[in-house]
């Protein structure tokens, strides 16, 4: 068989699927992917296929997340966990630098980043534009993170197309899926049909050609693509959520007295689940963590949130005291300022925040009520 180039399809049939991970260890890949952990699917590192969701999925909802197992042995049967891979690109608790006392002055050493190169197995469409989105954050302006951005030219990007839709997904509102497009080195499209279970893979990047290079593969069949896109359609056409994005930038910037706010804050309980679980939130806070000796100190870097009230404290005062204004800030960001900001919205569609949020409370229902509710109605439906 010819050498694979982008572009090219091949077929990978299930028994030999342990041979994909096998390949990516000889090519110095640390692997990365779903995992049935605490009652969830999480990404973790991995050591074989043994280790995927075989047989899993999730039902989610409004504050409602629960594994069932499925009819058959998908090894991607799910749709999308509390964690995303921010985690690995932009850790929630990183060390920035170190300063060490030299004299009478201190000495400052970035911290290097270590570790293998990493292989992202089961990224699916919205999560590949959620690294997208931080990337803009992170490199996309006149000063890069080097963390990030070292991290980030170590990864292999291996996408899994969405074979279903949750009930909080709606990333065909946003155009981030379910279909994978582009921005991943291989594309892989699992296919259940009545005793045979096979994987399509097409060839995204020079990168995943040379990962497949030692890989038993098969000509793809006529059909094979057609089927693909047939899986595709039918998570598309099963999404849980819609967004109406039309002209939401100046929706939303044009209604920040909405008596909306007021109801949804409410309800909001400022936890944070929302940011936390969100794969484009970047908020952080710094602080540094000097030796008792005071002969070298730490600035560390931790994930933080719009929805904490010291997030915006200036001259110790809350800039965003209200429960109201924080929520506000949060949704008039992502959906619209976003825009002004890195030319994207800060959502795609991926529902984690409707799903683990504790009250349940769904974005794409409070975009539509500031829509279409009257402030009248707004303001009785908040009396009740």
């Known amino acids: 068989m010819d050498p694979l180039k982008v572009g090219d399809r ?24 779903p995992t049935v952990r605490d009652g969830a699917i999480v990404y973790d590192r991995l050591s074989g296929v043994e280790e995927l969701p075989i047989g899993w999925t999730d039902r989610q909802g409004p504050g409602k997340y629960r594994l069932e197992r499925r009819q058959d042995e998908a090894l991607f049967g799910y749709v999308v966990g509390p964690f995303s891979w921010k985690k690995f690109l932009y850790p929630s608790h990183e060390r920035l630098w170190t300063a060490t006392r030299d004299g009478t002055s201190f000495v400052v050493a970035p911290e290097p980043v270590d570790g293998p190169p990493l292989a992202f197995l089961g990224m699916r ?12 954050v992170f490199m996309g302006g006149p000063v890069v993170d080097p963390g990030y951005a070292a991290r980030r030219r170590r990864i292999l990007r291996i996408a899994v197309q969405c074979g279903q839709a949750g009930g909080s997904c709606f990333c065909v509102s946003m155009g981030t ?21 096979y994987f399509l893979i097409e060839v995204g990047s020079p990168e995943g050609a040379a990962v497949l290079a030692d890989v038993p593969l098969k000509a793809a069949a006529a059909d094979d693509p057609a089927k693909a896109e047939a899986i595709v359609e039918r998570a598309a056409g099963a999404m849980g ?54 002969e070298k100190v730490e600035r560390w870097r931790r994930w933080d949130s ?3 009230l010291g997030l915006t404290e200036m001259h110790g005062q809350a800039v965003r005291k ?14 619209a300022s976003w825009h002004d900001q890195f030319g994207t919205s800060g959502c795609v569609g991926c529902g984690r925040c409707i799903t683990w949020c504790p009250v349940g409370i769904d974005l794409t229902e409070e975009v539509a009520a500031i829509r279409t509710v009257t402030p009248a109605l707004a303001t009785s439906e908040g009396k009740k």
Not at 325 to 334: A, D, I, N, P, V
């Open 10 to 33: 091949r077929v990978l049939e299930r028994h030999d699927f342990p041979s994909l991970f096998r390949a990516l260890h000889e090519k110095g890949y640390q692997v990365v992917g």
């Open 125 to 136: 469409a919205c999560e590949l534009a959620g690294v997208d989105v931080q990337d803009r």
């Open 177 to 197: 899926g379910p279909g994978v497009r582009q921005g991943a080195d291989l594309i892989v499209t699992e296919v259940l049909e009545g005793k045979r279970h």
């Open 241 to 294: 959520r819609k967004l109406d994005t039309e002209g939401i930038h100046d929706l939303l910037l044009k209604n920040l007295d909405h008596p909306r706010w007021e109801v949804v804050a409410r309800r909001c309980l400022s936890c944070t689940n929302c940011t936390m679980v969100c794969p484009t939130c970047f908020c952080s806070t710094q602080e540094e963590v000097p030796d008792l000796a005071v």
């Open 306 to 308: 719009c929805f904490n």
């Open 322 to 335: 209200s429960g109201l204004s924080r929520y506000r800030q949060w949704l008039t960001h992502k959906l």
